[in-house]
């Protein structure tokens, strides 16, 4: 290699060094060690203590484990399908020809900017089992509310239906692949007598399944990392019905201080959310169409 190439070389590593140390620093090192850890039984006042399987043996036996699994995959479940549906039609409201429409995108981009807290803090206001602005609508028609946040039955649907405030920025990345379509593709198909629902189903849909394909990956690894909403608003109850495996992997590794346990779990985690997405690139082939290929 050339000494012109190395320097060029040398120049771009030194331009990208901050992101380069902060990756290997805060990413690289800690993931690597969290994969030692896993097989250690560590705490921040002890030495560690190789126990080799141990951690994995004790996930599986673990009851607890399972509720979090369970109640994690069920937030999954319904976050990433109904947050698709909400996102996709808020799109395709906000591509309307309409005066206002910059002012209503703004407007449902907002919230997904405002800080977990504040957020939290308006959620637990409108579902409040006794002063909540939700059960107090619903009296107007005779109807007694459940106890939302408060019920074992009901605290996975409302931090579902509580999530869906954030659906702006998927609704700006769906709008975006809307307005991407060619529309002599919706010219020629009206030419033909094509129906809105048809135009729909032949033309739109098969070409923002890109970008659908995009919205699955992303949200199923936001969703199966649930962590705030939950945390905020119920911290896991209750009875740890909300409880998300993030959940209890912080409570292990920050609050019973027992590291060696957390980083098993945080395995277990990213070897779910790796299987998922792969899965999702596997049978992509199937139903991904790309324009111009």
């Known amino acids: ?60 036996n673990d009851p607890l484990f399972w509720k979090s699994l369970k109640n994690t995959l069920v937030f999954a479940i319904g976050l990433v399908p109904l947050g698709l549906v909400v996102a996709l039609s808020t799109a395709f409201l906000m591509n309307k020809p309409l005066k206002e429409v910059s002012f209503y995108r703004a407007a449902i981009y907002m919230p997904s900017i405002v800080p977990a807290f504040a957020f939290s803090a308006v959620v637990t206001w ?32 409302t931090i579902i239906i509580a999530a869906q405030w954030g659906v702006g920025s998927a609704m700006l990345i769906f709008s975006a692949a809307l307005k991407d379509i060619p ?32 919205y699955l990956i992303t949200s199923t690894i936001g969703a199966l990392q649930i962590f705030d909403l939950p945390m905020l608003l119920t911290n896991g109850g209750p009875a740890n019905a909300s409880m998300s495996l993030s959940m209890y992997i912080y409570k292990h590794a920050f609050t019973y201080t027992n590291m060696g346990y957390a980083s098993a779990l945080s395995w277990i985690l990213f070897f779910l959310t790796f299987v998922l997405t792969i899965i999702y690139f596997v049978t992509s082939k199937k139903w991904v169409y790309y324009f111009g290929n």
Do not use: C, Q
């Open 183 to 214: 529309k002599e593709l919706y010219e020629s198909a009206k030419i033909d007598g094509a129906k809105s629902f048809t135009m729909f189903r032949k033309i739109t849909l098969p070409l923002i399944t890109p970008t659908i394909l995009y």
């Open 1 to 60: 290699m050339k000494k012109k190439e190395l320097r060029e070389i040398g120049k771009g590593l030194i331009f990208i060094s901050p992101w380069l140390i902060g990756f290997i620093v805060f990413t690289l090192i800690p993931f690597i060690a969290s994969f030692y850890y896993s097989f250690t039984e560590f705490s921040i006042t002890t030495d560690v203590k190789w126990v080799g399987t141990e951690n994995y043996k004790r996930i599986f």
């Open 126 to 157: 409108f579902f409040h089992p006794y002063l909540g602005l939700v059960n107090s609508i619903l009296e107007l028609f005779g109807i007694n509310g459940p106890l939302w946040l408060s019920s074992e039955k009901w605290v996975k649907p």
